[in-house]
Every structure is written in C-alpha cells, then in structure tokens.
C-alpha cells in the first residue's frame, strides 16, 4: 500500500490539470452575439480562395494568411468595442488580453519581415515585389508602439482611460486596416507573376511548404499561453460556409489543449474574446457585464 506522502505525489500532477481545466475556455459560458459585435469598425477580409475557387500556392497561402489577420482584426474590434464599457474589476484581464493582441501582432509583423518576405523574394527572383508592403508597415508601427507604452505604463490597472486607448487606436486604425487587407491581395496576385513556380514542380512544391512552416511557427513562438489562445478564441469557424471550421489543420486533442491548457494561464484573459472555445461568435464580454450590473441595480432597488 502507497503511503501517504507518495499518494500525495502521484496526486499532484492530477490536481494541477483539474485546477487548469477549472480556468479553460470551454468551461465559460457565451452567448450568441446581438450588439456590435468584432467585425468592425475594421472590416474583415474575404479569403482568395473563397472568393476566386483557385488553389495554386500563392491563392492558398494568401488565404491562410488572410484568416490570421481576420483574427487580429477581430482582436482590434473587440478591443475598441470593449474598452470604453469596462467594469473596474475587469481592467487587469483586458489589458492583460490588449497586451497580447499587440504581442500577436508585433511578432507577426517581426516574422513576415525576417523571414517570409524573403523567401517569397528568393523564390520569385524579384526583390521589388513586398516594396509597397514595406511601406505600410511602417505606416503604423509608431502607433502600435504607443499602444504598448500606454498599456504597459499604468500604474494601476484603474487608471486605465478607454478614452485614451481609443485616441492611440485611432492614430494607426486607417493604415493598420489598409494594410492587412492589401498584403492579402498583394501575395494571392503572385501568381500572375513571370517567375511564380509551376505546378508539380519542384519548386511549387517548396514554395507551399515554405507557407506552410512560416504559418505554423508565426504564431506557436509568438507565445503560447498567450498569443496561441488569442488567435484561436478570435477565429470564427462559421464564416464563409464553415469553409474553415478545421482550420488551422491539426489533431482535434492538440488544438483542444492549445485552447484549454494553454489557455488557462490568462483565463480571466479570453472572456473578451471575439468566438468561445468551439469557435463561435459570441457576445462581447463588456456588454454581458454591463447588463449583469444593470439587472443587479434594478433588483437592488426593488
């Protein structure tokens, strides 16, 4: 018979992960959108592939990047939704969450100029054609900087002002929301170019691999109980016919725990988010809050 101390041990690893399934997205309850809900003021972008039915590498690669700024972008709107109906207790989460939609973003930015772009270049022998890309990223980084400064410099989460968030936001929100939808355009039109591989080539064939690597590890070493929970509880699986209900594609238990496990270090994070844990829209938290304290007054005064 084990003794105590060693049942003890064989218990704790039992413990920690029904501590952490206590905190995971899947237990918190949502509730189908009906106010303003993530999908403005900045607009959502519609795939390449859905909308042109093609499926060469470039069409394909635009399109997978294409869901991943729809899900910046929904992180941008439940953000300026949010801010400026926030309850005092719920100040520290929402920074916490606004913290990690700049981290999601910055690193995406950092990666696609380190790396990306450059084997794109390479593989089309040109090295002109991200020249306008270029451009429109620095058209918003000083703003996106402030955003971080602001947030990161409180001294108190209660002394957090949606007004001046909303004034940061609004220095960047026009050329942010330009860019990510003209890159989309930018990339699927690569097709067309003189030196895009043919298909069944060698070439094609690492050249949609080369997307596919980059978008994998963009947004797992960006942060993975941050940035990773961010992007998947902001990816809406009903758009487009469910086209993309299993994207991005890996084994239902890894995606589940990336959710769930991952996502129970900053649990208090992802009630703001834009989709609940099965990748439905839901309600933006800000409105549910302010309702539950309305209905608390009322009761309160009867």
């Not at 049942?7 to 949502?30: A, C, K, Q, V």
């Not at 968030?165 to 609004?170: A, D, G, P, V």
């Not at 844990?277 to 309160?300: D, F, M, T, V």
């Amino acid at each position: 018979m084990a003794s105590p101390r060693v049942t003890l041990f064989l218990s704790i690893p039992f413990m920690i992960i029904g501590f952490l399934l206590s905190r995971s997205p899947s237990m918190m309850t949502s509730v189908s959108p009906s106010k303003p809900w993530a999908d403005g003021p900045m607009k959502l972008i519609t795939t390449p592939q859905f909308q042109t039915k093609k499926t060469d590498i470039f069409t394909s690669g635009a399109t997978h990047m294409a869901l991943l700024h729809n899900s910046i972008l929904r992180g941008y709107n439940s953000i300026y939704h949010q801010a400026p109906l926030l309850l005092d207790q719920d100040k520290a989460d929402f920074i916490g969450y606004a913290l990690a939609w700049y981290r999601f973003v910055k690193s995406h930015h950092d990666d696609e100029e380190a790396s990306l772009f450059t084997k794109v270049e390479e593989l089309l022998q040109d090295k002109t054609v991200f020249e306008e890309t270029h451009h429109e990223h620095e058209s918003f980084l000083a703003g996106l900087a402030e955003f971080e400064k602001y947030l990161s410099g409180l001294q108190s989460p209660t002394d957090f002002s949606a007004d001046e968030l909303l004034q940061i936001m609004s220095t960047f929100q026009e050329p942010f929301e330009k860019h990510f939808h003209s890159e989309i355009s930018t990339i699927a039109k690569f097709s067309e170019h003189p030196n895009a591989p043919k298909e069944g080539t060698p070439e094609n064939t690492a050249a949609a691999a080369t997307f596919k690597a980059w978008g994998k590890s963009t947004v797992t070493k960006a942060g993975m109980t941050d940035v990773v929970p961010f992007f998947l509880l902001n990816l809406d699986r009903t758009v487009e016919d469910g086209m993309w209900a299993h994207w991005p594609p890996m084994p239902a238990p890894i995606k589940w725990g990336l959710i769930n496990i991952a996502g129970a270090f900053h649990s208090g994070w992802w009630k703001f988010a834009s989709c609940d844990a099965n990748g439905q829209p839901q309600e933006l938290w800000a409105y549910r809050a302010a309702a539950i304290k309305a209905q608390k007054e009322e009761q309160a005064k009867a």
